[in-house]
C-alpha cells in the first residue's frame, strides 16, 4: 500500500472519531447562527475601520477609540454566545487531535516526540 493510500484510510479512520461529528455539528450550528453571524461580519467590519483609520496620514483618534470601543463590546458578545463557545471547543477538540495525529507520525519517521512546549518534560532544546 502506498502512503497516498494509507494516508486516505488514515482519513477514514479521523473521519469515524467522535470529534470530528462534534465539529461538523457545531460547524453547522455557527453557520445557521444569523445573529452570531451578523455579530462576526460587524467585528470584521470594524476591525477593518480600525485598520484603514490606522493608515491614515494622521489617524482620528476619537473615532479609533470609538470603534474599538465598539469592537470589543461585539466581541464579548461573540465570545459569550453559546453556539459560538460550543463551536471553539469543538474546533480545538479536534484541532488537538490533528495535531496527536502529526506528533505520532512525525515520531514514527523521526524517532524524536515533537516539543511539548512545556520545559517540564523536556530532554533538551535543539
Given amino acids: 500500500m502506498d502512503i497516498i493510500t494509507m494516508a486516505g484510510e488514515l482519513g477514514k479512520l479521523i473521519k469515524q472519531d467522535p470529534r470530528v461529528a462534534a465539529y461538523e455539528a457545531a460547524d453547522k450550528k455557527f453557520d445557521e447562527d444569523r445573529e452570531l453571524q451578523q455579530l462576526v461580519a460587524e467585528y470584521n467590519t470594524m476591525r477593518a475601520a480600525i485598520a484603514e483609520e490606522q493608515d491614515k496620514d494622521q489617524p482620528d483618534e ?18 459569550d454566545n453559546p453556539t459560538y463557545t460550543a463551536y471553539a471547543e469543538a474546533k480545538e477538540a479536534l484541532d488537538d487531535l490533528m ?16 516539543c511539548s512546549h512545556d520545559c517540564s518534560s523536556c530532554g533538551g532544546c535543539r
Fill in 62 to 79: 476619537d473615532l479609533m477609540n470609538t470603534i474599538y470601543e465598539r469592537t470589543e463590546e461585539i466581541y464579548q458578545r461573540i465570545m
Fill in 99 to 114: 495535531s496527536e495525529v502529526n506528533a505520532e507520525i512525525s515520531f514514527q519517521i523521526t524517532g524524536e516526540r515533537p
